[in-house]
Structures are given as structure tokens and as C-alpha cells.
């Protein structure tokens, strides 16, 4: 506890890049273990840490605790944990309704067949990058949207876009089914 006090007085008083390293050093590791024993998903789990840890720097989030430090810092990355929980619920009901939705008797038998290989490459890609995909493809999000909606930084979502685009281009191997992927409703 003197240690988090210490800290927390040491980013109050001069904001420095010193003082934040050492904050994320004390507490990154309680921080992710923390959030993978609420996820059960070590790379979900090191993305929310991240997040938490650029917010607050960014956000100068330091300069409204007014607390323990401590109980803030769990606090912020359980309800981060939570929050994203959300999402990916909501991503796999999205999900499910847009299979069922291209499977529809209307559409022809190459059009599901082609559905379902675009479906099973979007599917296989790693959750976070199938998530921020989703959000910028499907639901037409901005990249800028999308990362108010999933509380990560820009740039954490053009990296997921661009490996969901490579892994993408790789599994489906057809430029046709690629190209899909765009014009594909």
C-alpha cells in the first residue's frame, strides 16, 4: 500500500514518463492476471490491460484518483473486462444472425457456399481482430468509431484490421471470395 501511495504521489506530482514506467511495472502483471481470471483469454485479457494502461497515461486518468490507487486501477480493468464481455456477446449474436441470415432459401447454392467460406475464414480469426473486423466491415463503423466502441486506441484497431486482412487474404485464397468480403450484403 505505501508503495501505490508512493506511486501515485510520484505521477501527481511530475507527470513524468519515469514515474508512469514504474507504475506500469508495479502493477502490469496483478493487472493482467487479474483480467485473465476474469476472461479466461490471455490475449483478450493483455488487450484490456494495454488499453487501461494507455488511457491512463493519455488520459491523464491519474490526476482524478482520488482514492487508493489501488482499488481504482482493479476497478477500471475489471469494468473493462466487463465491458468487453459485452461486446463479444453481442459480436457472436451478430454473428449468428448474419449466418442465418445468408442462409436463406432465396440464395443460391454457390452464394452459401461461398457465404460459408467467407464465414468460417471470419470466424477463424483471432477474437479481438474478428471483433474490430466486424465492427469496421459488417457494421460499417469508422476506424475512429470502432475504437470509441471498444475503448482501444486507433491505431490498436487498424493493427487488428490489417492482420484480419492479411489472415483473411491468405484463407480464402480466391481473390474472388476476397473481394467478397466488400461487395459481398
Request: net charge positive.
Amino acid at each position: 500500500m505505501p508503495e501505490s501511495k508512493y506511486i501515485l504521489d510520484e505521477l501527481l506530482r511530475s507527470g513524468s514518463r519515469k514515474a508512469y514506467e514504474a507504475f506500469f511495472k508495479h502493477y502490469y502483471q496483478d493487472l493482467f492476471l487479474w483480467a485473465n481470471s476474469i476472461l479466461k483469454d490471455s490475449e483478450a485479457a493483455e488487450d484490456v490491460v494495454q488499453d487501461f494502461f494507455i488511457k491512463f497515461w493519455e488520459k491523464k486518468r491519474y490526476k482524478s484518483v482520488t482514492s487508493n490507487l489501488q482499488s481504482y486501477i482493479y476497478r477500471a480493468v475489471k469494468n473493462s473486462c466487463l465491458n468487453y464481455m459485452q461486446r463479444e456477446k453481442k459480436l457472436i449474436h451478430d454473428i449468428e444472425y448474419l449466418e442465418e441470415k445468408e442462409s436463406a432459401p432465396k440464395a443460391n447454392e454457390q452464394s452459401i457456399e461461398n457465404s460459408q467460406q467467407i464465414y468460417s475464414a471470419i470466424n477463424e480469426l483471432p477474437q479481438k481482430c474478428r471483433e474490430v473486423f466486424m465492427l469496421c466491415c459488417v457494421s460499417g463503423y469508422t476506424y475512429n468509431e470502432a475504437a470509441e466502441e471498444l475503448n482501444v486506441s486507433m491505431n490498436t484497431v487498424r493493427t487488428h484490421m490489417v492482420r484480419a486482412f492479411k489472415m483473411l487474404r491468405e484463407k480464402l485464397k480466391s481473390p474472388h471470395l476476397f473481394y467478397m468480403l466488400f461487395f459481398h450484403k
